[in-house]
């Protein structure tokens, strides 16, 4: 077995070597696809602050956005270009990741997926907002694509997938299991919220006009115990730090 961990890399880079750190030991090639232009045409390049990550084991590929396509085809591409150097670099297995994911205790996660026998597998998340120690009370509604075994006609994005993933991450795999794990998704947790806020396709109109206030509001808010977030209807339950992450943000 040889795994692949595929990061996609534009902005919120001050979580990647935190991330990378959770799934090092466990894998034997990461590969950071960056991109120094986002889906939606701003400038921000995260190569000075990443390319002291590069090793034996991680390798960096540059990514050039066709800004025609929009955001959801260009993240397709991009993760499929992940794929590819993981084939051409003979790997058996694959795992898609940003850099705002963590996996806690990460060699236990993968040995669940064997165990299972199953070619593919997801699992649920839980989101954080504002800090590293604020989570919603209750997990997401869908589901995150875990490790999949990497074959010759593998790729991301197609229609068929049987779970409710970014549907820049599904997977032409019918053989799917959910295992009992939780990605934690520091989704919320960044250094500039506004560069995530103008370039997402869900947060943002066709002329980059910011149309979801609220999250900015609750965002700029003074946070604690059970605050509620509007756009979501959901509360802040306030937890350990396991990832030490709140250093990068002071």
Known sequence: MKLAV????????????????????????IILVYQQT???GEQYDPLPNIEHLQNEKVILVKYEPDLSLGGMMNERIKRNIGIQFAKANHCTHFLHIDCDEFYEN????????????????????????????FQFDTPEDYFVPFIHELKEDTKSGASSYKYYVD??????????????????????????VLRKMRNSSANMSDNRVIKNKLILEDYQAEITEGFLVRNWNRRIVVVPDQFNLTPIFQ
Not at 120 to 132: A, E, H, I, M, N
């Open 167 to 192: 549907p820049t991450r599904t997977v032409n795999e019918i053989d799917i299991v959910e295992l009992p794990i939780f990605m934690h998704h520091f989704s919320w947790c960044r250094k500039d």
């Open 6 to 29: 595929i990061y996609s890399v534009w902005d919120s880079e001050e979580l990647l070597a935190k991330s990378i750190e959770c799934i090092y030991s466990e894998s034997d090639l």
């Open 38 to 40: 986002s889906n939606f």
């Open 106 to 133: 990460f060699k236990e996660c993968k040995r669940l997926y064997f165990k299972s026998g199953h070619a593919g597998s997801v699992c649920k998340l839980k989101t954080y907002f504002q800090k590293p120690t």
